[in-house]
């Protein structure tokens, strides 16, 4: 019993196909993960195991053995769980397998059979639209999945994207049993109002450094040597307007504040004793 998955691998900015590919067989009672896995990739055997409990599914007793193909190229990441999963049932015969051909699948496997966000939808989606396949991912990443570029298509000739929130809904919309909602490319609901560094007047140089560190995405370290209030206040935070000048930075009252006492020591001389000549004892 075998059964191929689609999925991807990432490369820096380039998404790259990579076929899971699942086989069952009679002999010694093994869960095999091949291809040049990582450590991520290869605990995907325990999480399958335990969402499949979860799902009240039994691992055959035979050995299992999963490729990733091609073999010499890096798979890192958790995003195999779901093409893994797929693929052992497509094996098992609990899926047709022509139910999971056509699609980029990719989404990784809670132990309660719920699907996380995974990193990468996106450029997965584009590269499945480019190559005319669906997307299958998590739920709460088919927002995403919906930017590949899907709408540009005819409705005739356009790949779905499932969106499932969990394995078990997964399966019954693979067997025709639920249908799971075409999701939506959302755009996030900001409406708070964030300051502008175009309020502070002047300043140039540090508004400069301000851009160069949020254009980066750099630390910043607040240096004062005086009194980092205002320009904290006013360039890295902006949360309240300016404050006020204060009467002690103004120009005609820069004068330095009153200096504190300072305390003074009297050190008395030593004096020999008088009752006794030349203070000799």
Known sequence: MQATVRTVAFQGIDV???DVQVLVA???IAFAVVGL???AVGES??????????LGLALPP?????????????????????????GLLAALGVLPRESVEGFVVLGELAL????????????????AQAAGRGVICPAVC????AWGGFDSLPDSDRPPIIAAPSLLSLI??????????????????????????????????????????????????????????????????????????????TPTSASPPPSKPRATAHVARWQPPKNTPGGMT
């Open 16 to 18: 790259l196909p990579v």
């Open 142 to 145: 088919g927002g995403e999945a």
């Open 172 to 249: 019954n919309h693979l067997r025709g049993q639920q249908t799971l909602p075409a999701p939506e490319a959302l755009m996030a609901d900001d409406r708070a109002t964030y300051p502008d560094l175009s309020e502070i007047k002047g300043q140039e140089s540090a508004k400069r450094v301000l851009e160069i560190a949020a254009a980066g995405g750099h630390n910043l370290l607040n240096y004062d040597t005086m009194d980092p209030r205002p320009f904290r206040t006013c360039g890295s935070h902006r949360e309240h307007p300016c404050p006020p000048v204060e009467p002690k930075h």
């Open 45 to 54: 055997r325990e999480r399958v195991r335990a969402c499949f409990r979860a």
């Open 37 to 39: 896995a990582d450590k």
């Open 62 to 86: 035979q050995r299992i053995t999963v490729n990733l193909s091609p073999a010499d190229l890096a798979k890192e990441g958790s995003h195999y769980d779901l093409p893994i999963a797929l």
């Open 112 to 127: 309660d059979g719920s699907l996380c966000r995974v990193p990468g939808v996106l450029p997965a989606a584009i590269a």
């Open 26 to 28: 009679p002999g010694t």
